[in-house]
């Protein structure tokens, strides 16, 4: 077979890599906020919850959360009665989300945590609320120091979609497996595997650094 060959699979595999990064992504966001404000607390229930979420999915193998949520959570279901079977493509965006998030969490918390002292004197001075001085003060400053983190955590994320390739999830690099195992052209197709990979994170960097410097005019902008 000519190499021209592999690409209608392989395009249609990138397409579902393309859908896992964005909607993983985007819920890792969601929880890292979610978490990393959580952490900083003064509740005690929430700080605990987001603490344990953290340390939780940081300190375990994204490979192990995801065979759980696929293989494992099904089980545990039918114990109690209930059915708990998730398509792959949602086993997928969770595992990679909630992942996602754990570190996206602590580089929320380490960017609000580095807002200077005199920014939350200044909204006390005003009289503003503690959710006030979060949302109006706090988030807006915080919010470009993050960018950079936000951007390689991304990047990652994309290449750890490969991993729902073993829960039989149509992507990439199931798609490459597929053609190798029936080609056993090894080297031509890693080797697609590899540029179209490259190629992706080039993109995705470069969205990221776009919407960073959007951030920065926005913040200027608001000073």
Do not use: C
């Not at 249609?12 to 969601?30: C, D, F, H, P």
């Not at 005690?44 to 949520?69: C, D, H, M, N, P």
């Not at 915080?142 to 990047?155: C, Q």
């Not at 991993?163 to 080609?183: K, M, Y």
Request: aromatic residues 10%.
């Amino acid at each position: 077979m000519h190499w021209t060959q592999y690409l209608p699979p392989l395009i249609e595999g990138a397409w579902v890599t393309v859908q896992l990064t964005i909607y993983s992504t985007v819920l890792g966001a969601v929880l890292a906020f979610a978490f990393g404000i959580g952490k900083l607390s003064s509740n005690w229930a929430i700080k605990a919850v987001s603490v344990a979420y953290i340390e939780v999915f940081r300190g375990t193998s994204l490979l192990v959360q995801l065979f759980w949520l696929y293989f494992a959570l099904p089980l545990a279901g039918m114990a109690i009665g209930v059915d708990l079977r998730l398509p792959p493509v949602v086993a997928g965006v969770l595992a990679l989300g909630l992942n996602i998030g754990a570190y996206g969490a602590e580089v929320v918390r380490g960017a609000i945590q580095s807002v200077h002292q005199d920014q939350l004197e200044a909204a006390r001075a005003l009289n503003f609320t503690p959710r006030q001085t979060l949302w109006n003060v706090t988030i807006p400053q915080a919010v470009p120091e993050m960018m950079p983190s936000f951007g390689n955590l991304a990047v990652q994320n994309l290449k750890d979609t490969a991993l729902v390739s073993l829960i039989s999830l149509g992507d990439l690099t199931f798609r490459a497996e597929q053609i190798r195992n029936f080609t056993q052209d090894s080297t031509t197709i890693y080797s697609m595997l590899l540029v179209t990979y490259f190629g992706m994170a080039l993109v995705l960097t470069g969205l990221m650094r776009a919407l960073e410097a959007y951030v920065s005019r926005w913040r200027t902008a608001r000073s």
